[in-house]
């Protein structure tokens, strides 16, 4: 009996032994194993999955999203106010400088993409940028101490600073300018770095990859819930120095936190100029127009294996859409003898790949789609602005004496936006399933972009009301105020919150996931680009709305006494082209076509 325990004593030893030597080599398997999407360490190497990227760096490029936000959202969460009670400007003025800004804020994100994908790479365009952002801050802070608020105290709600000479007025507009480029430049590049931090072609790391976009978007939305309370509220006391002297600390601080994971970020090669690729294709299918196209890919040129040698990025299969473009890739005499005479090489600029082709294909799809979200920019833009104004001249006394900032009113938007996000997943989607009666399978991007336009629809149908309401107890004194509760606009505030749920979300990742791997940061770029389009757009139907309705001496829809105007018309106005976007868009959708990336393991055994 002694001898059969002993043998089991030591069976089950060596049992416990072996274990955790098992367990070990599994560990530093993972640790030492390659990520399979090509993704590079800092040293231009494979990236190893252990010792690179994962949310340890993640996190870190969400925290610096969150404390850049902070610093941007407190220049502009009040420069409409800052516009009225410091530069003396009347509404329509204030509300066209900050649309006109905010526009550069999101066109900037588009040449910043541009410079990431094509020369810099993602890492280094977010660390030049931001210094430009910083430098930024730094200038606002000190024009406003220097200078513009004469005299001392002033800049308060209803206390106006006294005029400023021209070239104040130009310094302190170069400094805003200098934070819109540090600030919008970085911006798709910061959102795809955090995405390659998890290698999409491994299905533990693919939701997580998924799941980094809400989570960017709701790291933007914190920093801006602490910039739209705490903020705005000493903004609104006039302690305007005080609040530009905190956001530069916040960017050096975002700017530090950046830099303190340089040694494990996973990195993509700059893929060069896209123009010159894109210019290519168009170039090639113009010199075989007389070439027929087959009917099928076969007969198209394509590189496998050592050929790509190099190029980090994944294959594009061949689609049928857009057929005049793949005679780019028809592979004639002249191209053989020419691949013959430039070993092994093809003449780009005569003869390009499918994917070269693919290329542009995917950028064309996306334009109609892009071209649809700008009215939902348009929605986003008034909020921030005319929202602003409106809530002004509402009563904002809220617990006995205290005021509360009519742009605070956007902490609904950002908590309504945050709530939705962190929710969608575990309450929303399983309703959704429920409802629908299918498999557990969510909403696609677009079926949410179009969801959340018609939600913003609803969102301008109630601000609307709100504003008839609002002038129904306006006084017949002449005062800009009324008596009605800003907390009539909580409504309005949630419904756009919970539209941009929707559709900058499913914005974001359709952009990126429909942009070949070489264009990721100009995917995203193109998405917030539709936000500077629309901040244009705004400007433009404000200005057209106020010259026509204010002809003839009329106060016009838009004037600097909203009692006297009819803003709710305006509000209207822009439902109803919210409205006949939505059409267009679903149309659009229907027809989209998505792209088909082949796996690099398929390439290699097509070598």
């Known amino acids: 009996m002694e001898t059969r325990e002993r043998e089991r004593e030591r069976s089950l030893s060596s049992d416990f032994k072996v274990a955790p030597v ?114 930024g801050l730094l200038a606002t802070s000190l024009c406003t101490h220097l200078f513009l608020l004469k005299p001392p105290g002033c800049g308060k709600i209803g206390e106006l600073c006294e005029p400023h000479t021209p070239l104040e007025v130009a310094l302190f507009y170069i400094s805003i300018y200098l934070i819109a ?151 004639s005499e002249a191209d053989r003898k020419n691949i013959r005479n430039r070993g092994q090489k093809a003449d780009p600029w005569r003869l390009c790949t499918i994917t070269q082709v693919e290329e542009v294909k995917c950028i064309l799809r996306l334009l109609p789609i892009w071209l649809c979200t700008i009215l939902s920019s348009v929605v986003f833009i008034q909020m921030l602005s005319l929202f602003v104004e409106q809530g002004a001249a509402m009563d904002t006394r809220a617990f006995s004496n205290f005021h509360i900032p009519p742009a605070s009113m956007t902490a609904f938007d950002i908590v309504s936006t945050s709530a939705f996000i962190i929710l969608y997943d575990k309450l929303i989607v399983p309703f959704f399933v429920k409802v629908t009666k299918r498999e557990p399978q969510p909403p696609s991007e677009l079926k949410r972009i179009g969801i959340g336009l018609g939600i913003a629809v609803a969102a301008m149908i109630l601000a609307g009301l709100v504003e008839q309401r609002r002038l129904a107890f306006a006084s017949d004194n002449g005062k800009e105020k009324s008596s009605l509760s800003i907390f009539w606009q909580t409504p309005q505030y949630v419904l756009v919150g919970v539209s941009e749920a929707f559709v900058y979300v499913a914005q974001m990742e359709f952009f990126s996931s429909q942009s070949p791997d070489g264009l990721k ?87």
């Open 521 to 607: 940061s100009i995917g995203i770029g193109l998405s917030m680009s539709s936000t500077a389009t629309g901040c244009y757009v705004c400007s433009i139907i404000l200005s057209v709305v106020t010259e026509v309705t204010s002809k003839n001496g009329k106060p016009g829809w838009v004037p600097p006494n909203l009692n006297d105007g009819h803003l709710d018309r305006f509000f209207f106005l822009s439902a109803a082209l919210t409205a006949v976007n939505l059409v267009f868009f679903i149309i659009c959708a229907k027809r989209y076509k998505s792209i088909s990336l082949e796996k690099l393991e398929e390439d290699t055994e097509t070598a």
């Open 181 to 331: 480029i540090g600030n919008g430049a970085p911006e798709p590049s910061l959102a795809a770095l955090g995405a390659d931090q998890f290698d999409g072609e491994d299905p533990d790391e693919k939701q997580s990859k998924s799941s980094f976009y809400s989570y960017f978007y709701v790291s933007l939305n914190l920093g801006s819930l602490v910039a739209e309370t705490v903020l705005v509220y000493i903004e609104s006391m006039g302690h305007w120095v005080v609040v530009f002297w905190m956001c530069t600390g916040f960017c050096m601080a975002a700017y530090a936190l950046l830099l303190s994971q340089m040694t494990r970020y996973r990195h993509f090669k700059p893929m060069g100029n896209p123009f010159s690729r894109f210019s290519q294709v168009i170039f090639a299918s113009f010199r075989k127009m007389k070439l027929e196209v087959p009917a099928d890919s076969e007969g198209l040129y394509e590189l496998h294996g050592w050929e790509r040698e190099g190029t980090a990025s994944r294959k594009i299969r061949h689609t049928n859409g857009l057929k005049f473009l793949d005679r780019a890739a028809i592979i």
């Open 22 to 135: 098992d367990a070990l080599e599994n560990r530093e398997e993972s640790t030492s194993a390659k990520t399979i999407d090509g993704s590079l360490d800092r040293l231009g190497r494979p990236a190893t999955k252990g010792r690179t990227g994962g949310w340890r760096c993640a996190i870190m490029i969400l925290v610096n999203q969150g404390l850049v936000t902070m610093a941007f959202a407190g220049v502009e969460v009040n420069l409409v106010l800052f516009s009225k009670s410091v530069l003396r400007q009347t509404n329509a003025e204030a509300a066209d400088t900050f649309s006109r800004w905010l526009g550069s804020v999101y066109l900037c994100s588009l040449i910043g993409a541009f410079l990431s994908d094509s020369y810099l790479g993602r890492f280094r365009t977010c660390v030049i940028f931001q210094v430009v952002f910083a430098i």
